[in-house]
């Protein structure tokens, strides 16, 4: 089992930058391939970004290329999200999500086993 608990959401301006920080339960952080998905109200759970176990891959959806940077600390049990010049589309609640899945096109939600309780991130105009 995997407990995963995000943090650093909150309001910001456009243009502003936040991190988002997602830590896990469990000794056995490493051995997931994690994501961050996010969800506007009346929209569908999309996919933000992923890294492999080891966090030598990645990869993003194309609105968040150049602008966001997903990472992970094995040693800390943690995972970030930087998210660089933020526009008022970016306003959602943000997941965290794991899956015991080796690295490969992980970007829909059945895929992932699980998740956090989301942050709220609000980006002002």
């Known amino acids: 089992q995997v407990q995963l608990v995000e943090s650093g959401g909150g309001l910001v301006q456009a243009g502003g930058s936040l991190r988002l920080s997602c830590a896990a339960s469990?000794?056995?952080?490493?051995?997931?391939?994690k994501a961050w998905f996010r969800q506007a109200p009346g929209k569908e759970r999309e996919f933000v970004a992923a890294?492999?176990?080891?966090?030598?891959?990645?990869s993003y959806t194309d609105s968040a290329k150049g602008r966001f940077t997903i990472s992970r600390d094995n040693a800390k049990n943690t995972m970030y999200l930087q998210m660089n010049s933020l526009k008022p589309e970016d306003t959602a609640v943000y997941y965290c999500?794991?899956?015991?899945?080796?690295?490969?096109?992980?970007?829909?939600?059945?895929?992932?086993?699980?998740w956090g309780q989301g942050t709220q991130v609000t980006v002002s105009v």
């Open positions: 890294i492999s176990r080891s966090g030598g891959s990645t």
């Open positions: 469990g000794r056995t952080f490493s051995s997931y391939t």
């Open positions: 999500a794991a899956t015991p899945r080796g690295w490969g096109k992980l970007g829909r939600p059945y895929e992932y086993d699980y």
